[in-house]
């Protein structure tokens, strides 16, 4: 009964929100309780001054002053510890599933107090506390501290890493201090290739199992200068053995073109069939081959290279998935 209302207030309280570009740590963002060690101190603290009440005992109003003192000092370095820190967002690069995928942030400390004993984690249930295994980090002063996140890719999508606390404890850990961070930032996960999966050679996007070139130039032989070839592909050492200017041919290897078609895996499973795809468009820029995709939604002509691998690969991870927008 009391979830809803709980949830309602710290709605009212945190405001939370999903951001772009860098965030500057303000007063208004930075909130700070005291931890069961600073409740811990100020129970004894009362106790103290009811004693020093009581015995009438000089010394020890200066004994708990003094604590108390340490404690609002200890307070004020757990605030400032946040405070005018500057962070913003950087590029998550693709991980297949069952990887780790790392969210990159950087925290920029303009000012010239080092920041300890930062800790980030992904928000929890509960406001206070999280159970997860935070990132530790330090920001020395005037610099540009990069710090990657973790996150388990457990499916194939795209994964975002929610909303982060970044918290600290310094410098007693009598005072808990923290601010939330929701980034506009994602990551795109592959599916996870299969061992083993043979590429359907024979194939082409036409039909004929046609073959086209593709590879490193090789040298085949020399044939008879004429003018306008280039002087660089002379062959001088022939020339040197009175044979005549001789020109250098090169001759690229034949490289089989491919269609990869989703209706040509034999898996039942949606999964595994993704599962086999991503393997084949691996394999085929491996061995530098000129490939195409034919998807249920959708079919890109054949090309190689690493952007056309990419982009094979996110048609791939993103099939049959809700659409999302771009961040």
Same mark, same amino acid.
């Given at each position: 009964?009391?979830? +809803?209302? @709980?949830? @309602?207030?710290?709605?009212?309280?945190?405001?939370?929100?999903?951001?772009?570009?860098?965030?500057?740590?303000?007063? *208004?963002?930075?909130?700070?309780?005291?931890?069961?060690?600073?409740?811990?101190?100020?129970?004894?603290?009362?106790?103290?001054?009811?004693?020093?009440? %009581?015995?009438?005992?000089?010394?020890?109003?200066?004994?708990?002053?003094?604590?108390?003192?340490?404690?609002?000092?200890?307070?004020? /370095?757990?605030?400032? %510890?946040?405070? /005018?820190?500057?962070? *913003?967002?950087?590029?998550?690069?693709?991980?297949?599933?069952?990887?780790?995928? &790392?969210?990159?942030? /950087?925290?920029?400390?303009?000012?010239?107090?080092?920041?300890?004993?930062?800790?980030?984690?992904?928000?929890?249930?509960? $406001?206070?506390?999280?159970? %997860?295994?935070?990132?530790? !980090?330090?920001?020395?002063?005037?610099?540009?501290?990069?710090?990657? $996140?973790?996150? +388990?890719?457990?499916?194939?999508?795209? !994964?975002?890493?929610?909303?982060?606390?970044?918290?600290?404890?310094?410098?007693?850990?009598?005072? =808990?201090?923290?601010?939330?961070?929701?980034?506009?930032?994602?990551?795109?996960? =592959?599916?996870?290739?299969?061992?083993?999966?043979?590429? +359907?050679?024979?194939?082409?996007?036409?039909?004929?199992?046609?073959?086209?070139?593709?590879?490193?130039?090789?040298?085949?032989?020399?044939?008879?200068?004429?003018?306008? #070839?280039?002087?660089?592909?002379?062959?001088?050492?022939?020339?040197?053995?009175? &044979?005549?200017?001789?020109?250098?041919?090169?001759?690229?290897?034949?490289?089989?073109?491919?269609?990869?078609?989703?209706?040509?895996?034999?898996?039942?499973?949606?999964?595994?069939?993704?599962?086999?795809?991503?393997?084949?468009?691996?394999?085929?820029?491996?061995?530098?081959?000129? =490939?195409?995709? *034919?998807?249920? #939604?959708?079919?890109?002509?054949?090309? %190689?290279?690493?952007?056309?691998?990419?982009?094979?690969? *996110?048609?791939?991870? !993103?099939?049959?998935?809700?659409?999302?927008?771009? +961040?």
């Amino acid at each position: 009964m009391f979830a +809803p209302l @709980k949830q @309602k207030f710290q709605s009212w309280l945190f405001r939370p929100r999903i951001e772009r570009g860098a965030i500057t740590l303000t007063q *208004r963002r930075i909130f700070i309780i005291p931890t069961r060690q600073g409740f811990t101190l100020g129970f004894v603290l009362v106790l103290m001054l009811l004693g020093d009440i %009581n015995y009438n005992l000089s010394l020890g109003y200066v004994l708990t002053f003094l604590l108390a003192m340490m404690a609002v000092m200890s307070m004020l /370095h757990a605030f400032r %510890n946040l405070a /005018h820190l500057e962070i *913003r967002p950087g590029r998550a690069e693709p991980v297949f599933c069952g990887e780790t995928a &790392r969210f990159m942030l /950087h925290f920029n400390n303009r000012s010239s107090l080092s920041r300890y004993q930062l800790c980030l984690v992904q928000t929890g249930d509960s $406001f206070w506390k999280n159970t %997860n295994m935070p990132l530790r !980090l330090d920001a020395p002063a005037l610099q540009d501290t990069e710090a990657a $996140f973790p996150l +388990p890719a457990t499916r194939r999508g795209w !994964l975002q890493p929610g909303r982060l606390t970044l918290y600290t404890e310094f410098p007693l850990g009598l005072f =808990y201090c923290w601010s939330y961070l929701h980034f506009d930032t994602r990551c795109l996960v =592959y599916p996870k290739p299969l061992g083993d999966a043979p590429l +359907p050679f024979g194939n082409s996007p036409d039909g004929t199992g046609t073959r086209s070139m593709a590879g490193d130039e090789d040298f085949s032989g020399l044939r008879k200068y004429t003018a306008g #070839d280039a002087m660089p592909r002379i062959a001088w050492k022939a020339y040197a053995r009175e &044979r005549g200017l001789q020109v250098k041919q090169f001759s690229a290897p034949l490289g089989e073109e491919l269609l990869l078609d989703f209706a040509d895996t034999p898996d039942r499973n949606e999964e595994e069939k993704l599962a086999r795809m991503t393997r084949w468009v691996l394999d085929a820029e491996t061995q530098d081959l000129r =490939y195409g995709l *034919r998807m249920p #939604d959708g079919e890109l002509p054949s090309s %190689n290279g690493i952007a056309h691998r990419d982009e094979c690969l *996110r048609r791939i991870a !993103l099939f049959n998935l809700p659409q999302v927008g771009q +961040p």
